[in-house]
């Protein structure tokens, strides 16, 4: 089993819906780091984040690190969106998990 | 560009070959990353080094030879591939050991071993 588990694994939504994408992981953290993924590989950080939210634009991360949880919301989303959403979590020893990804496709 | 630049974009090798990616940072980060990223499989760290020593290698076969001549240069020499190791190969590299801060990744090598 995955330390990282992440859902949806795929997702299309329509131009200007609010998108949600959730990350659960086992282990024990001191950070979180969303990445995007765009086509043709490039990796970019979103966020690092150890506690309570963080907003860029129209991004959005959360994490409860009680629950072991995180949430990547993407407002009045847009076909430039479109990538895989990776949630990673590390822990103070270097150690980054990685989960598989969330597809996001969004339509014009 | 994120600032770090990977060499090349795209790499076809027959399995006698011999070849290397190359990784170039030059945003004074002090340690650098090799990542294997396979179809559908979540990325896999394969090496790590701070401060040009190497510190982490997580198991992977010595057909993969990492370098890291100074602290803005990465290099992953291959030889004698299987066709398995093809993939996305990702360098990245951070500001602090820990990956705390400033992590940032290359655009990535795609590899297939033919």
């Known amino acids: 089993k995955n330390e990282v588990e992440q859902s949806p694994q795929n997702l299309t939504a329509q131009e200007g819906e609010f998108i949600t994408i959730n990350c659960s992981y086992s282990?024990?953290?001191?950070?979180l780091h969303w990445l995007q993924q765009h086509p043709g590989g490039g990796i970019v950080s979103l966020f690092m984040?150890?506690?309570g939210k963080k907003k860029h634009g129209r991004l959005i991360a959360t994490i409860n690190i009680q629950e072991k949880h995180s949430s990547l919301h993407i407002t009045a989303s847009h076909p430039r969106d479109s990538a895989v959403y990776i949630c990673?979590?590390?822990?103070?020893?270097?150690?980054?998990?990685f989960g598989t990804g969330t597809s996001l496709t969004v339509i014009p | 560009e994120t600032g770090v630049t990977q060499t090349p974009r795209h790499l076809v090798m027959g399995m006698t070959n011999k070849k290397s990616l190359k990784c170039e940072q030059h945003l004074g980060h002090n340690a650098m990353y090799w990542y294997k990223q396979s179809a559908k499989k979540p990325l896999e760290l394969m090496f790590v080094?701070?401060?040009?020593?190497?510190?982490e290698n997580n198991s992977v076969p010595s057909r993969f030879s990492p370098e890291c001549p100074n602290s803005s240069h990465l290099f992953l020499h291959l030889h004698t591939l299987q066709p398995e190791d093809s993939a996305l190969y990702l360098c990245?590299?951070?500001?602090?050991?820990?990956?705390?801060?400033?992590?940032?990744f290359g655009s990535g090598t795609r590899l297939t071993v033919v």
């Open positions: 080094y701070n401060f040009k020593e190497q510190t």
């Open positions: 282990v024990g953290i001191s950070a």
């Open positions: 984040l150890s506690s």
């Open positions: 990673a979590p590390t822990n103070t020893g270097n150690q980054f998990y």
């Open positions: 990245a590299s951070s500001q602090d050991p820990t990956g705390d801060y400033g992590y940032t």
